[in-house]
């Protein structure tokens, strides 16, 4: 459901007193990640803050919607499109991917080629998926 390539298009910040990105964060932006069933990584030219690599990752449907996930992760509301919307944990064979305080990233399918994905620094990362 999420392999493939897709790009960033779009980079929330949840509400938070201190704040080390701004919207559509240049940092993120045009951000390529590759997703196979043996390996999560940030596609060359990716910023250093992008060099984490997931072997043989595992999404994990959650029980619950995107939405409460969201808000339990962020202490607000966020990204309110994922209300409702099928989300997946992410763990890794080996290496971490996203923030470990939340056990790793949180992947939303907001449609069947867009997707979210939390992020470190309370961002939360919008991706197409590249044709």
């Known amino acids: 459901m999420f392999q493939g390539e897709w790009r960033v298009t779009r980079v929330d910040v949840a509400p938070s ?3 080390a990105l701004v919207p559509n964060d240049p940092t993120y932006m ?3 990640l590759v997703v196979t069933p043996r390996r999560l990584s940030w596609r060359g030219g ?3 803050t992008l060099n984490e690599v997931c072997v043989m990752p595992a999404f994990e449907p959650a029980d619950e919607p995107a939405g ?3 808000r339990d992760y962020y202490e607000a509301d966020v990204l309110p499109e994922a209300k409702r919307a099928p989300a997946a944990t992410l763990g ?8 470990e305080a ?6 939303v399918r907001l449609a069947p080629d867009r997707m979210a994905l939390t992020w470190y620094d309370g961002a939360i990362l ?6």
């Open 126 to 131: 919008i991706l197409e998926r590249v044709a």
């Open 92 to 99: 890794c064979g080996q290496g971490p991917f996203g923030p």
């Open 30 to 32: 045009g951000a390529r």
């Open 17 to 19: 007193p201190v704040q």
């Open 102 to 107: 939340a056990g790793g990233a949180i992947a």
């Open 46 to 48: 990716a910023p250093p």
């Open 68 to 70: 409460k996930l969201l």
